[in-house]
């Protein structure tokens, strides 16, 4: 058994069994269970629990989380300035601009 700590909520199915959920914190699992590239991906970076809950790397790896929220937050913000340009510039029609020919036939 190994003790690994999750840093987001995520679901683990090893295709032999019932999906099992795995909440922010610290679990106890079978060694395969944490050796698993999947769980490896929802694990503190250098892919070690931290020794206690008062681990400086906590702190750390949330502040990290804040920071890539922050700068997501952004460039969404960014993305919406630049569609608008981009709809405005073409009439909003999302068509270059064009009008549809009404000789389709």
């Given at each position: ?51 206690t ?38 009439g ?14």
């Open positions: 058994m190994k003790t690994i700590y999750v840093l987001k909520t995520f679901i683990f199915n090893d295709g032999s069994g019932k999906p099992v959920t795995f909440d922010p914190g610290f679990h106890e699992v079978e060694d395969d269970v944490a050796e698993h590239w999947f769980v490896k991906a929802h694990l503190s970076p250098d892919g070690k629990a931290p020794a809950q008062t681990d400086s790397r906590i702190t750390e790896l949330e502040g990290q989380l804040a920071e890539r929220d922050t700068k997501i937050t952004e460039l969404e913000g960014q993305l919406a300035t630049l569609a608008a340009q981009v709809a405005s510039l073409s909003g029609d999302n068509n270059g601009g064009k009008s549809k020919s009404s000789d389709a036939k």
